[in-house]
């Protein structure tokens, strides 16, 4: 039996990357995952039928956010297939980069719109279907802990993230839900394309203690805790899953 048996996780932006490694991890644990997705059907189809091809159970739904209504529209979408939720995993984001004289107000507004505010209303209006003892995944990033300037205004919205992560956290836990943030560092996705190039990937690589960059797979794993029994007890944290980047002087500067 998985440790997850008899739940139902809800995890946006489920389709690719990070968040289909999540789907995937929840799913052979044994929840029956809702996997959301923006515009990619055929994706989300996709890792619907993995999850059932290793036994699994899974449903995808399809809402666009960072628009009026788009976390109504979510749980509407979810009531037809679904009666309540246990974990909740809010992984969907758009990414937004420049340095600070690059970033256009509408750029900036998306951003927000997708990444910090889309989870806030979702939480809001889920909360009346997540049952007491559930759990709260937010997907953050290491960009918080470590200053990019051409990702600033993406890191504000991640930012905002870990603040509504804690907060909640102190008011949910009389229902003993738990609010956890997972931060990765730079995970080897579609999305992130410009690692095919050697020389970029090498100085990604350099970032980690470990000598590599993330995947979907490692971050997928840290949410897997967060969301299980064992995670009980820990609650308004941002559970670092960068892979130790950035954690002093290079070691080249050292010696």
Not at 192 to 198: C, I, R, S
């Amino acid at each position: 039996m998985g440790v997850l048996d008899g739940k139902t996780a809800l995890v946006t932006g489920g389709s690719r990357g990070i968040g289909r490694a999540i789907a995937l991890r929840l799913a052979r644990d044994g929840a029956r995952v809702a996997v959301h997705y923006g515009s990619n059907a055929a994706a989300a189809g996709e890792t619907v039928a993995a999850i059932e091809a290793g036994g699994g159970r899974a449903f995808a739904l399809g809402t666009e956010l960072g628009v009026p209504g788009d976390a109504r529209a979510l749980w509407a979408a979810f009531d037809e297939r679904a009666d309540g939720l246990d974990i909740l995993v809010n992984n969907a984001a758009t990414g937004l980069y420049g340095r600070i004289h690059e970033v256009t107000e509408d750029d900036f507004d998306r951003a927000f719109a997708v990444n910090a505010k889309a989870p806030f209303f979702i939480i809001k209006h889920g909360l009346e279907r997540l049952r007491d003892g559930g759990r709260i995944i937010n997907v953050s990033s290491g960009v918080t802990r470590i200053a990019f300037p051409t990702t600033t205004a993406y890191s504000m919205t991640k930012g905002a993230l870990e603040v509504l992560t804690h907060t909640l956290a102190l008011e949910l836990g009389a229902r003993g839900i738990t609010v956890n943030t997972v931060s990765p560092g730079i995970v080897d996705t579609e999305m992130n394309g410009w690692l095919a190039d050697p020389a970029a990937r090498r100085e990604a690589e350099g970032y980690s203690t470990f000598g590599r960059v993330g995947e979907p797979a490692d971050i997928a794993d840290v949410v897997a805790f967060a969301a299980s029994p064992d995670a009980r007890w820990v609650t308004g944290q941002n559970l670092d899953a960068t892979g130790g980047s950035c954690l002093g002087a290079a070691l080249s500067a050292a010696g």
